[in-house]
């Protein structure tokens, strides 16, 4: 999908780590006093979306309208799977609502796009990508499928990635010899400065040469994946294990059960990043290690989800300090996994020693 193509995801690069600097450094103003780190990631992950994703002007979308499509969007989604009475007050009434108030805000969006022809600063996101596509295929242009499309870039591009990334904070502050080991290789490589300094800035490259980063986001994914598991339906009669599944029927796959059962994993409940460092990596086998699904349907933003985590973990660790205020948290799901408690934390800088 050239919407997540590599070098679209070069593009992408330089709004992302804006957008987490400027989320740091607000925490870092908040002087060590408890932030709830769920929500508050929810929101840079939330307005990374809207911006490198949607193409929302960060200039033009204010604090306020910015809240109210975060609590849209929450809404939507705690009413994702209400029970189908379209009554006033009920949970389908109010999701629907919800998602007729997104779509509302991505029309005025989309309808800007195609009456500015050329993207605002040069660079064009990913639905402006997925309309061209659209174009060039000689289809015409139906906003009801491009509604539809972007709900589905903000949902994949923010929920998930929230989750992911406050388990990272969650990991990281847990183990501190593997984030010691992060800023020693962030040092190793000339990126371990202040933000004050210009030399920060991160590309596709930079980023691709920092293994064992990478290491540790893919242990983070194996031990606490976003989203639970995946359906899929089968396209004919066959049999699993014994079982005969029925063609047409739904199966249900889960990505947890998946990491917990795999053989090929040792020590499976151990945070151990090295794990994926060896010559032949435990995530060899290719239905063992699943955070992102499998075969033809896995999904298509995960090379953006892996950059944007990469990106987020090199920010974070060259600046800041944290410390998880309640231990190590309870998790839910519903339907992406989370922190009961919304993970209490107290944010320091970086003194960039180690």
């Not at 174009?135 to 242009?141: A, C, F, I």
């Not at 502050?173 to 030399?199: F, I, P, Y």
Request: aromatic share 8%.
């Amino acid at each position: 999908m050239k919407a997540f193509s590599r070098e679209a995801l070069q593009h992408y690069v330089p709004g992302i780590q804006e957008e987490v600097n400027a989320c740091l450094a607000r925490w870092l103003r908040s002087g060590g006093s408890c932030l709830l780190v769920y929500p508050e990631v929810k929101r840079l992950m939330f307005r990374i979306a809207m911006r490198i994703l949607l193409g929302f002007e960060p200039r033009h979308t204010d604090q306020d309208s910015e809240q109210q499509l975060v609590e849209a969007f929450e809404e939507m989604i705690r009413n994702l799977f209400s029970l189908p009475i379209d009554v006033p007050f009920s949970g389908l009434y109010r999701g629907l609502r919800a998602r007729n108030f997104i779509h509302a805000k991505i029309e005025e969006n989309i309808r800007a796009k195609m009456a500015r022809k050329q993207p605002a600063g040069g660079c064009k996101d990913a639905l402006q990508l997925l309309m061209e596509h659209t174009q060039d295929n000689g289809e015409p242009l139906n906003m009801q499928e491009l509604k539809e499309s972007a709900t589905e870039l903000l949902f994949g591009g923010h929920e998930t990635t929230a989750s992911a990334a406050t388990s990272l904070i969650t990991f990281l502050g847990l183990h501190r010899a593997v984030l010691q080991k992060v800023r020693k290789e962030l040092q190793m490589k000339g990126l371990l400065c202040s933000m004050n300094q210009d030399d920060k800035q991160l590309d596709i490259e930079v980023l691709e040469q920092l293994k064992y980063t990478g290491c540790v986001i893919k242990e983070t994914l194996r031990l606490s994946p976003p989203v639970p598991g995946g359906f899929r339906v089968a396209l004919k009669t066959f049999e699993l294990n014994g079982y005969q599944i029925p063609k047409g029927w739904n199966v249900i796959y889960s990505i947890c059960d998946t990491h917990d059962v795999a053989d090929l994993f040792t020590n499976k409940d151990e945070f151990d990043p090295d794990r994926f460092m060896s010559p032949s990596p435990e995530d060899s086998s290719r239905f063992s290690f699943i955070p992102f699904g499998g075969g033809l349907r896995s999904c298509v933003g995960k090379e953006f989800a892996k950059i944007l985590l990469k990106i987020f973990t090199v920010e974070l660790a060259r600046n800041c300090d944290w410390q998880l205020l309640n231990g190590p948290p309870t998790m839910k799901t519903g339907p992406i996994v989370y922190p009961v408690d919304n993970l209490p934390t107290k944010f320091i800088g970086f003194n960039g020693q180690i």
